[in-house]
C-alpha cells in the first residue's frame, strides 16, 4: 500500500488519466487565480472569472478527494 497522501496522489497521478487529466486542469485554473490575484485592479470581467474559477477549482478538489477515498478503499480491501 502507498505509504503517505503524497505518495497516493503521484501514484494515482502516474496511473490514472482521470485524476491526472483533474489535477492538470486543477493547476492550470490556480495559475489563472495568481496571474489575477497579482493585478491591483480587477476588471469586472475579471472579477467574475476570478470567482468562477475559484468554484471550478474546488469542483475539481472534490472529485479528485473523491477519487482517492475510492483508490484507499479498494487497496484497503485488496
Same mark, same amino acid.
Given at each position: ?37 497579482? &493585478?491591483?485592479? /480587477?476588471? %469586472? #470581467? ?5 470567482? *468562477?474559477?475559484? @468554484? $471550478? &477549482?474546488?469542483? /475539481?478538489? %472534490? #472529485? ?5 477515498? *475510492?483508490?484507499? @478503499? $479498494?487497496?484497503?480491501?485488496?
Amino acid at each position: 500500500m502507498v505509504a503517505s497522501l503524497e505518495d497516493l496522489k503521484e501514484h494515482l497521478m502516474a496511473t490514472n488519466e482521470q485524476y491526472a487529466r483533474l489535477a492538470t486542469e486543477r493547476q492550470s485554473y490556480k495559475l489563472r487565480l495568481q496571474e489575477l490575484a497579482g &493585478k491591483s485592479f /480587477l476588471s %469586472d #470581467q475579471e472579477q467574475l472569472e476570478e470567482v *468562477q474559477l475559484k @468554484k $471550478q &477549482k474546488l469542483r /475539481l478538489k %472534490d #472529485q479528485m478527494e473523491v477519487m482517492l477515498q *475510492q483508490y484507499r @478503499k $479498494q487497496a484497503l480491501s485488496a
